[in-house]
Each structure stands twice: as C-alpha cells, then as structure tokens.
C-alpha cells in the first residue's frame, strides 16, 4: 500500500503562510524591488518615442560631426592646392617671361649658328629639355587648378550635408519636445554639478559615429543569470563605477518596453541598501550627482536620457523636463517617478 499522505499541522501550515509572504515581499531587498516603469500605455509610448527621437538625434550629431570633420580636412586641402597653385603659376609665368624675350626665332637662329653638327645636336637636345620642362610646368598648373576645382566642390558637398544634418535635428528636437510633452511638459531647473568626473569616453568609429551594438556582454547587475548587456552599457555602468557611484544597480531584465530588455539600461538606487522609497538627504544628494554625472559625460557616454526624481533629460537638447507618469504629486509611486533610483538609456 501507498504510504499516506501527511497533512501539515496547524502550526507548520501557518510557517509555510509566513514563508511565502516573506518569499513575494523579499523584505524590500534590492533584487525583488525592481522599478515598475509602465505606469501607463500613454506613458509607455511616449517613453518609446522618446528612445526614438533620442536615439536618432545622436545618429544625426555624429555624422553631423563626422562631415565636420572632413570638412576641416577637405578646407585643408584646398588650401595646400591654393598655395601649391600660386607657386606654380608663379613658376610658369617666370618661364613665360623668359620665353618671349628670347623669342622663338632666336632660339631656332643660334641652332642654324652652330659651327659643327655635334653642336647642332647638343643644341637641339637642350631646346627639347627646356620646352618639356616648360610642358611639365603648364601641365601641372592644369592639374592644380582641377585639384583645386574638386576640393572645392567636397567642400560645397559638405557643407550642404551639416546643412541637411541641422534640419533633421531641428525636427527631432520637436519631436523629442512632443514626446516630452506626455511625460509632465514644461522645461525645468535640474542637476548640474560642474566639479561632476569626466569619463573616459565609449568606444566609436574611426570616423566619430556610434557602432552600432547589440546584447552580447554579461550583465555584472546579473552575474547568475544569462542576462546581458551592450558593451557601451557595461562602459557606462563602470565609468560611473570608478568614479564613485557604488550603490545597487540593477540593468536587464525581461520584456519588451524601454531600453532594459535590450541592454541599453541601468537603474541605479539612490539609497545604500538597494530600491526603496522616496530618496531624501544624503540618498537624495547621491541622487543628484549621479544624474549630474550622466548629464555631464552624455557624449562622452552615449547617453540618450536620463530621469531622475520626476524630471528627464535627452540627448537632444532643451535641458531637464517634468515628468509626472502617474499624475500625482511627485514621490507618490517611488518607482515610477523615479524618486527612488536614477535611470540611464543609452544609444
């Protein structure tokens, strides 16, 4: 026969009760408080574009720098051929002068004066050299001046791209202000800390653009689990670690809303001990200097936006924003209002 099932006791039944509690309740730890940054659908999409306008305003700011730079380059250029082309010019009118006081005939007339054919040969050979030199000179003018020609028209080309550049972050500027305008409006004071360190900057392109990365490095926020994170991320994350911001972070985690899942985000709490609720005195200074600190090194960072404290600051410029996701009074939901943990988005 089966052995019977044993019923747990009254007193064991009501341990498993507390267990259970305690297990979902977690005592507030920091790996069971993670941010809710949902509060809304109008929210989430208005988060969504903002990742959108952000993240394309930094695209535009890089190949905007990027045909700066070869604008730089390409003036320098022009200016080499410009000087190169004046010496040149200056060389081949010598020779023209030269020419002309000689006159041709006089020229041919000491040939026919030549008393041996021996002289005549020599003679003959030295006109050759002297009308080739004089070919050479005129052909390397005609080259200069198409050199020139050419680097002009890079130059043109150039100028016309930052043009196109400036217009296209012009429109994600109001964008970025439409999508703003859902998370609580209006422009605001916040966090500037001139004494913030300076990072060390991310990794980019030779010619000063993003590379564009994917979730493919170990999460250290994470180091049991297979969750990952970008490699500008991880820079981010240690930057911010060397210079002092130490206190619990938390960067992946599952879904499919905002930066996390994609390993383009990190939360960091304000307080010592992990996620908790509203940050006030010294948690709240920590606060402060830390989203100072991403403010300060966005481009160095990458950084698209930050939010803090019921305000968020992008990448696109207009500095810090009100944002009010759940409509009440700021701190009355720690986590979406971020009043408990600074949130980092980077490109």
């Not at 009760?17 to 979902?24: R, T």
Request: with cysteine; charged share 20%.
């Amino acid at each position: 026969m089966p052995a019977p099932v044993r019923r747990p006791r009254p007193a064991s039944l009501l341990a498993l009760l507390v267990a259970a509690v305690l297990l979902v309740a977690g005592f507030g730890t920091p790996a069971n408080a993670e941010p809710n940054e949902i509060p809304s659908t109008k929210v989430a999409q208005a988060r969504q574009n903002l990742e959108s306008a952000a993240g394309q305003y930094l695209e535009a700011e890089a190949a905007m720098l990027k045909a700066k730079k070869e604008q730089t380059t390409m003036n320098q250029t022009l200016l080499a051929a410009e000087n190169r082309y004046t010496r040149v010019r200056a060389s081949v009118a010598k020779y023209a002068a030269e020419a002309y006081k000689a006159g041709r005939l006089g020229v041919i007339g000491v040939m026919l004066n030549a008393n041996s054919s021996d002289e005549f040969l020599a003679r003959s050979a030295a006109l050759e050299k002297l009308t080739a030199r004089d070919e050479a000179r005129i052909s390397e003018l005609v080259h200069v001046k198409r050199e020139i020609s050419a680097a002009k028209a890079a130059v043109d080309a150039s100028v016309q791209e930052q043009a196109k550049h400036f217009a296209e972050m012009a429109k994600l500027r109001k964008a970025a202000d439409k999508a703003l305008s859902a998370l609580g409006g209006e422009a605001t004071r916040g966090w500037v800390d001139p004494d913030s360190p300076l990072a060390a900057p991310a990794k980019r392109n030779s010619d000063g653009t993003w590379p564009k990365e994917v979730c493919s490095i170990n999460d250290p926020t994470r180091p049991s689990s297979d969750a990952c994170i970008t490699p500008r991320t991880l820079h981010a994350y240690e930057q911010a670690r060397e210079d002092g911001f130490k206190r619990y972070t938390s960067c992946w985690r599952p879904g499919d809303m905002y930066e996390h899942p994609k390993g383009r985000a990190c939360d960091f709490s304000a307080a010592a001990g992990g996620f908790g609720g509203t940050a006030s005195g010294a948690d709240r200074t920590y606060g402060n200097k830390l989203a100072a600190y991403f403010v300060k090194n966005a481009s160095a960072l990458g950084v698209m936006y930050v939010i803090w404290f019921c305000q968020v600051w992008t990448a696109t410029g207009g500095g810090w924003h009100r944002y009010s996701p759940t409509g009440s009074s700021c701190g009355d939901s720690p986590s979406a209002d971020h009043t408990d943990h600074v949130h980092l988005s980077v490109y």
